[in-house]
């Protein structure tokens, strides 16, 4: 269990930088991926979900206390990255996003959805 609760710490904590980051410097950290920065109007929705970022980090980093009581959050996070390492194939897949782009972005979601399953609380009989 021990193993978990730092995993979902470092998950949390990956959540916040990243939530700050879109929230404060979204067209920094775009360019720094080596992505095209959006219009300016577009930094709005990408603060709201940067709240959202923000939000699942300060939670990962509470439920990282007691996991076993908190397995839902931990499946919703598997979810999330299923969706984020789905996503990147298919805009890979489809070549509007080369592999140099979304190639560690999908590597992290697949070390997330694998240590977290492995390592998620087993379930009550």
Do not use: C, E
Request: glycine share 8%; aromatic share 12%; no cysteine.
């Amino acid at each position: 269990m021990k193993k978990l609760k730092w995993l979902l710490r470092v998950i949390g904590i990956i959540q916040i930088i990243l939530g700050l980051m879109y929230l404060f410097a979204p067209g920094f950290l775009l360019q720094a991926m080596g992505h095209t920065v959006p219009q300016a109007d577009n930094f709005y929705p990408l603060a709201m979900l940067a709240g959202r970022f923000i939000a699942f980090g300060v939670a990962f980093l509470v439920i990282s206390t007691n996991p076993a009581k908190h397995k839902l959050w931990i499946q919703i996070m598997v979810l999330i990255q299923v969706i984020d390492l789905a996503a990147g194939a298919f805009y890979t897949a489809m070549g509007i996003v080369p592999l140099s782009l979304s190639g560690f972005p999908m590597f992290n979601a697949s070390w997330m959805i694998v240590l977290l399953l492995l390592w998620r609380p087993k379930q009550s009989a």
